[in-house]
């Protein structure tokens, strides 16, 4: 294998469509890679004890787009040995136990590629600009995003 043909690479995603643990599964496994570490969060059926039927995502995409991209970049700083990212978000309607969001790194251990992980989805979903809508049976509600610092201090 060449060296061009394994350099680290980011592959960001927001999707309409269903995502596939799968194809992001692909985008990250490498040879040189011991670990490939994955967070998948899915839309479940209750929030504050109400029952949620589906959830609603919107993006500010041009500026989502640009976050992510910040954000591989600062894992790329904080974690040198990582190899490849992955972040794919999904927009639109997600029903009931359907991925929302995967995210996926790899590099050669597994120690760099967890703290990279947790750091990556507790960034995103501090700083990128994506809103979820729960939908119930009779209405719906945008939810706030509590650890979105634009949010810090307003109510």
């Given at each position: 294998?060449?060296?061009?043909e394994?350099?680290?690479?980011?592959?960001?995603?927001?999707?309409?469509?269903?995502?596939?643990?799968?194809?992001?599964?692909?985008?990250?496994?490498?040879?040189?890679?011991g670990?490939?570490?994955?967070f998948?969060?899915?839309?479940?059926?209750?929030?504050?004890g109400?029952?949620?039927?589906?959830?609603?995502?919107?993006?500010?995409?041009?500026?989502?787009?640009?976050?992510?991209?910040?954000?591989?970049?600062?894992?790329?700083l904080k974690?040198?040995?990582?190899?490849?990212?992955?972040?794919?978000?999904?927009l639109?309607?997600?029903?009931?136990?359907?991925?929302?969001?995967?995210?996926?790194?790899?590099?050669?251990?597994?120690a760099?590629?967890?703290?990279?992980?947790?750091y990556?989805?507790?960034?995103?979903?501090?700083?990128?600009?994506?809103?979820?809508?729960?939908?119930?049976?009779?209405?719906s509600?945008?939810?706030?995003?509590?650890?979105?610092?634009?949010?810090?201090?307003?109510?």
């Amino acid at each position: 294998m060449s060296e061009n043909e394994d350099k680290p690479k980011d592959a960001i995603g927001l999707k309409y469509e269903k995502l596939s643990l799968e194809e992001v599964a692909a985008l990250v496994i490498s040879p040189c890679c011991g670990a490939a570490s994955f967070f998948v969060g899915t839309t479940r059926n209750n929030s504050e004890g109400r029952k949620v039927i589906q959830l609603e995502y919107e993006a500010y995409t041009a500026m989502a787009e640009a976050e992510m991209k910040k954000i591989c970049t600062d894992i790329r700083l904080k974690w040198p040995s990582v190899k490849h990212i992955a972040i794919h978000h999904r927009l639109g309607l997600v029903p009931i136990s359907e991925a929302s969001v995967i995210v996926a790194i790899s590099s050669p251990h597994r120690a760099d590629s967890l703290k990279a992980l947790q750091y990556c989805i507790n960034t995103l979903k501090a700083t990128v600009p994506i809103w979820k809508k729960e939908i119930y049976e009779e209405e719906s509600s945008w939810k706030e995003n509590k650890e979105c610092f634009w949010f810090k201090g307003e109510k």
